[in-house]
């Protein structure tokens, strides 16, 4: 018979949003050495991170390779659990970031490749560059969704555990003698593997993100939806004028084959 | 002054507690304007001639921060001319409402009051109406996707203002506030009846819940005894037996049945991973239909809220194998097999102002984003279709000529 554990949960999606992202200074800047080195004008980070106030990424991810341009020393980079995930540098160019997830060995799967292409320069609307000028602070990240289609069975039970939100726990000291200090979670939130309603932490916008509204949210993915209505809407109109110059086009096609017929 | 035992005294003046200690000064009377007031009103008001040091501040100063204005949106003819234009309503009307609005500070019942005009609206459809312009003009100032959150949600909460709603509301609420005594009585006796069936519904429904989890115990994890079902021992058979069949003194015999001595193909040879249990578990599931539901498909008990919050989606149908993005669902549909049909995509999508990168890949976000696709592939095939019957049309244009 085999192993029980490769069984899978059939017909059963596990779904984990997750960010990949950098953030980038122009040099000289307090968390870099100083001076830099020759040539390089920027600082950056770059990182694979959970939702503030998600579950814990490392139940499902146990190392993250960044393989960065050729030229750097030693470009491949391994990190492995529990992270944090990030690989911090300096340089003066953009390039591809290969990243390389490799997942929990229960899980059965392979490692997969995704690309995150630096941003080190200001972008977005003119308002936007200016922020992240005058901050210093450049932050490009999406939010990713990963999906483990029909997981295995261990695998399932490690991702419904409870323990994937202790991370989220701080310490609260118990008030008076014979107390315990318990544990609670820091945020006023319960932590969920959803998107949150509000963006977490009160970051008004202050997330970055690549679209203007920024932090990850509900309300942001509304404005997202909002948004691509528009872009539908407008899509629409073409669709109609095309139509009317379809409808056109054959009345002319009528009258010129009664034009040649009638010659 | 007085004790209680002694009878009451006439009380005397004390002189020196009266004595005023300052000296008299010189005061006089200003014409001073109400900032409050736009028609120039004078107020005559006695001031002192010399401010002395501890004199109270003048009250228009000390009540000028109630002087508040209510914000009101404003827009000119040519933004009116274009976005705000509306059946029901004249420029003149319309201007008239937000100078009421302005003039009541935005105490709606009293705009409801103070509106006059040759037509009769109720004040929902005032509200409609200036809700909707404050929507248009929010919007015109900063597009959708610029906003901010709060920006958003009021303009939000402007937007979905329905006026039949709320006038239905109010007359509910107005309906609920004259109910007779009777009714009332009625309304809480069967309030109370609902109460306790929902109370009684909640026993009810645990025992039931309680019957059905020992009806239902699963039969696939916990089970002690692999080989219970016929299906099983055949495989446990074939196995043994191809085992066997490798050693060279063998002491199985076959038992001459070719259905379980060759039951496909030989176990020893099936690979030992993860499709190995795929096969055995549908026919477990088929041969006990009646002891699985749904639910019990998944190894742990779940409640629904328990799903999303650790993000398990059930039920799904052909979903592929091993890991997918959700964000590939937004990028891939751009690339065509050819270039020159992969640029003509992005012409139109940018065209239709959808950003490169969309940066969200939610259900919700992939739904609209592929119903936009969906959009643009017919956009395209009408483009095609259109050059196809131009060049038919030149060529119908020179034989006629």
Redesign the interface.
Known sequence: ????T????????????FLIGNEAHVLPHPSFPSPPPDGHTKGWKVYVRPLPNG?DMTTWLKKVQFKLHHTYTDASRMIEAPGPFEVTETGYGEFGVEIRLY?APES???A?Y?EHYLVLAPYG?D?QKARQSRENAVVA??????????P??DF??A??GEE?FTWLKVVKKGKGKGKKAEMVFGSEV?P????PE??VGGL??GGG?????G???R??????????????A???Q??EH??R??DS??K??EE??L??AT? | MTSKTEAPQPRRWKKSQFRVHSRPTHWSAEDTPIPARHDQLQARRWRRATQGPNDVAPPDAKFAKYNVETEVPTYDAEAYEQHLTHADWTKEDTDHLFATYRDCNGKWPVVADHYASDRQRSMEELKARFYGISATLLSLRTPITSMTGTEFDLYNALEKFEPAKEAARKRLAEGHMQRRQDEVDEETVLLSELQRIMLHQATLDSEREDLRRRLDHPQANSNSYPYATSQSLTQLWQQLLAADRLKKNQRLRPTGNSAYDFGGTPTSARPHNSNAGLPDAGSRRTTLPSATTPQSALPVDLSKAELSRYGVVVGQDKLPSGVTFASDRLSKPRVAKSTLQTDKIAAILTHAGVPDLVPLPTPAVIESFEALMGKVHTLLDLRKFAEKEEQELRVRLAEAS
């Open positions: 018979m085999p192993a029980q490769s069984k899978r949960v059939r017909n059963t999606q596990l779904r984990r949003h579950p997942f059965g799967e392979k997969v995704r609307s308002e990240e999406r939010l990713e969704t990963i999906e483990f289609n029909e295995t069975l399932f039970r991702m419904t994937q319960e969920t593997a959803q998107l509000r963006p008004e916008g993100g690549l679209g203007a509204g932090a990850w949210s309300v942001y993915e509304r404005q997202v939806v909002a948004q691509l209505a528009q872009s539908g407008s899509l629409e073409a669709l095309e139509k110059e379809m086009r054959r002319k096609m010129l084959g034009a040649i010659k």
